[in-house]
């Protein structure tokens, strides 16, 4: 079966730095990615990673370890419109390379 | 057009009347996927389209709930004898290749809810 895991909520501070874990399980492997939402909106895209490592992008970076089947997310300098959900979502391989999401981390950013 | 197309944008429905959704996905684009997403929760897989092979109808919850997909074009969630638990936000993404790093692009959705 596949299951991921990521936590519930997270809250954080305007400025600060925060990192959603996420962990799963697969049947294969073949890439990571991160999407965010806003209430109400479409997911959109973040991040892929399929080899182990960090991958940055500007205030985002994203990181894999295939060996322990875990990611994160790292948001940087925080700001307001960050609050979101962010979703984990994992690609399996042959017959199960359909994407799977976890259940999302809602983030909430205070001033 | 640009992106993915979702319609309608919302629908009411009645208990136990059949309803339709449609997906338009990017030009170009081979895989399709559906998904529901209940308030405040995950995207729960329906059913996954892959070029011209079988589709993947391993998340579809009953046999109330079908799908097709007309060559690599629109597709169509069809819903029959709604059930109160079907509201939710019904949402179709598609991507330019089945595996890789082809993201995902998400239609806004259609909102289903049913009285």
């Known amino acids: 079966g596949q299951n991921i895991d990521q936590p519930t909520e997270m809250t954080a501070t305007e400025g600060a730095i925060v990192q959603i874990n996420c962990t799963y399980q697969t049947s294969g492997f073949n890439g990571l990615f991160w999407y965010q939402q806003h209430a109400g909106e479409a997911p959109t895209f973040l991040s892929y990673n399929v080899l182990d490592g960090l991958e940055e992008k500007g205030r985002f970076s994203s990181f894999l370890s295939r060996s322990k089947g875990y990611s994160y997310l790292l948001l940087k300098e925080l700001q307001m419109k960050d609050s979101a959900s962010y979703l984990c979502?994992?690609?399996?391989?042959?017959?199960?390379?359909?994407?799977?999401f976890g259940a999302g981390t809602r983030l909430a950013v205070h001033p | 057009g640009a992106g993915v197309s979702q319609s309608p944008s919302n629908k009411v429905t009645e208990k136990g009347k059949d309803v339709e959704l449609r997906c338009d996905p990017i030009s170009g684009h081979t895989a399709l996927y559906w998904y529901r997403q209940r308030l405040g929760q995950g995207l729960e897989f329906l059913i996954y389209?892959?070029?011209?092979?079988?589709?993947?109808k391993s998340g579809l919850p009953s046999d109330r709930f079908s799908a097709e997909r007309t060559g690599e074009s629109v597709s169509t969630l069809t819903i029959q004898r709604t059930q109160q638990e079907d509201s939710a936000v019904y949402l179709c993404a598609s991507s330019l290749q089945t595996g890789g790093d082809s993201p995902l692009h998400f239609g806004n959705g259609t909102r289903l809810t049913v009285t």
């Open positions: 389209f892959q070029g011209n092979s079988a589709p993947d």
């Open positions: 979502a994992v690609r399996g391989s042959g017959g199960y390379n359909k994407l799977i």
